[in-house]
C-alpha cells in the first residue's frame, strides 16, 4: 500500500515569492493533516481536514497562508508571499478518521532566501 | 512551547539497549505514540500505546507508561546504526490533535 505522498520534496524560493506544496493522502484516509516542523521542534499542526472541509484551521496564519482539498483527497497548501521565517518542513499525515493513527508523508523542505 | 518533554540527545554504543524517556502533561491521552524521523525523510510510526495499558512490546521495542507520573518510555533492544535517528513523543488527549515533544536525537556509535 502506498504511503503519503508530497511532492516537491525541496523548495528553495526567495522571499517574497509564492510556493504550493502538494499531497495525496493514503487511499481511503479521510482526514488529511497539514503540519510545520521547524528545525530542532516536533511537528505543528496547521490545519485539519474531513473531506473536503476543513475542521480546524485555528493554527494557520490566514494572512499569507492558504490550503484546499476540492474533492476529498489530494490538497494543496499555498505560501503567499513566503517570509524568511517561513523556512522549515511541512509534512503531510492522513488517517482513516479523525481518531485513528496519523501516517506521515516525507515532507517538502522549504528554504526562503 | 511544548507539553510533552523530551531529552534531547542520547548516546548509546551498537548493541547495547536504548532507553528514552518522555514525559506528558494531559492525563487524558487516550493514546501515546513514538514515532522516527531519519535525515531528510517524514516521521515514521514505531509504536503506539493505549492509556489502559503499562507495556507494549514489539520486536526490539517495549514502551512502558507510568500513567501516575505521566511518563512515557521507548526502549530499543539491541540497537543498531539503522537506528539512529530523531525520535518523537507524542501525546493525543481526546480529541484528534496530536502533541508532539521536541525529538530525541540518538546516537549510534560502533
Known amino acids: 500500500e502506498a504511503g503519503v505522498v508530497q511532492s516537491p520534496r525541496y523548495k528553495i524560493i526567495e522571499k517574497k515569492q509564492p510556493v504550493a506544496f502538494w499531497c495525496n493522502p493514503i487511499?481511503?484516509?479521510?482526514?488529511l493533516y497539514w503540519y510545520l516542523q521547524n528545525l530542532g521542534q516536533g511537528p505543528e499542526l496547521l490545519i485539519r481536514?474531513?473531506?473536503?472541509?476543513?475542521?480546524?484551521d485555528s493554527q494557520l496564519p490566514k494572512d499569507r497562508f492558504s490550503a484546499e482539498r476540492l474533492k476529498g483527497v489530494d490538497s494543496t497548501l499555498k505560501i503567499q508571499p513566503a517570509e524568511l521565517g517561513d523556512s522549515a518542513v511541512y509534512l503531510c499525515?492522513?488517517?482513516?478518521?479523525?481518531?485513528?493513527?496519523?501516517?506521515f508523508g516525507p515532507g517538502t523542505r522549504l528554504l526562503v532566501l | 512551547g511544548e507539553d510533552v518533554e523530551q531529552s534531547l540527545f542520547l548516546s548509546v554504543r551498537e548493541g547495547d539497549s536504548s532507553v528514552i524517556n518522555c514525559t506528558y502533561t494531559?492525563?487524558?491521552?487516550?493514546?501515546l505514540y513514538w514515532y522516527k524521523q531519519e535525515p531528510g525523510a517524514g516521521l515514521q510510526l514505531l509504536t503506539y500505546?493505549?492509556?489502559?495499558?503499562d507495556m507494549k512490546q514489539d520486536q526490539r521495542l517495549t514502551v512502558l507508561l507510568n500513567k501516575k507520573d505521566k511518563h512515557l518510555s521507548l526502549r530499543i533492544a539491541d540497537t543498531q546504526t539503522g537506528d539512529s535517528a530523531i525520535y518523537f513523543c507524542?501525546?493525543?488527549?481526546?480529541?484528534?490533535?496530536?502533541?508532539f515533544g521536541a525529538g530525541t536525537t540518538v546516537t549510534v556509535r560502533a
Open positions: 499525515a492522513s488517517s482513516l478518521g479523525e481518531t485513528e493513527t496519523q501516517y
Open positions: 487511499s481511503g484516509h479521510n482526514t
Open positions: 481536514y474531513e473531506n473536503e472541509e476543513a475542521v480546524d
Open positions: 494531559d492525563s487524558s491521552s487516550t493514546y
Open positions: 500505546i493505549f492509556s489502559n495499558m
Open positions: 507524542a501525546e493525543r488527549p481526546n480529541d484528534y490533535k496530536l502533541s
